[in-house]
């Protein structure tokens, strides 16, 4: 089944550059275009896209308004966060606010390919260049927060090993590729995670991570 697109951005070279990209990806069609996010929640309703690629800096709204409006409706479509920002606070901002990834506008047909694929499966997707920053960014919120070891992790050493693998931006496959497990297996440890550490999204996972010393900025 093709998944659909809608491309929010106000720079009509970049949703041309973007909608140009998107045509070489088998089983993606982008459904519509906006300027802006004034009219986002409307083209939502109207045109049912399973993936907004959505501009986090725009001239007359918001990215990020755009997206608080979208979840404050119950709109349940993913959304993916294309921006040239860099900016730690805004990215968090973004993921907390209910984004499933964050690409910069600098990307790849190869990377927005793996971003697409991942929403699509469920999965949330950070740029790679941007990862390091968003790991930087909970450790210095978790200086604020309990201390290690107030929340046990009970975690399995496997489990644990796949969270690693998990904050560090890798998909399902690649982590089940790289421990040689199968894709069932992975998403079954993957679920089983979450559950235990009642954490559902990939930044509540790295803050964990690095307040639990799981992981550290030298990982």
Do not use: W
């Amino acid at each position: 089944m093709t998944c659909k697109l809608l491309l929010v951005d106000d720079h009509s070279l970049i949703r041309a550059g973007v909608r140009a990209l998107v045509a070489d990806i088998p089983d993606y069609t982008v459904v519509g275009e906006a300027e802006d996010g004034s009219q986002l929640l409307e083209q939502v309703r109207r045109l049912n896209p399973d993936i907004v690629l959505l501009d986090i800096s725009m001239r007359s709204s918001s990215g990020l308004d755009a997206l608080a409006q979208l979840r404050a409706h119950g709109c349940t479509c993913k959304v993916l966060m294309l921006s040239m920002h860099t900016d730690p606070e805004l990215i968090m901002r973004a993921l907390e606010s209910g984004a499933h990834g964050y690409l910069l506008k600098d990307t790849t047909a190869t990377e927005l390919e793996q971003a697409l694929s991942a929403l699509r499966n469920n999965e949330r997707y950070l740029s790679p260049a941007i990862a390091h920053t968003v790991i930087n960014q909970a450790l210095q919120r978790a200086q604020s927060a309990r201390s290690p070891g107030d929340q046990r992790h009970n975690l399995t050493a496997r489990q644990l090993e796949i969270l690693r693998l998990i904050v560090r931006g890798k998909s399902t496959r690649e982590i089940a590729g790289g421990l040689g497990l199968s894709i069932k297996t992975v998403e079954t440890h993957r679920s089983q995670i979450m559950k235990r550490l009642q954490i559902y999204d990939v930044a509540g996972l790295v803050l964990f991570a690095v307040r639990e010393k799981i992981i550290s900025l030298d990982d």
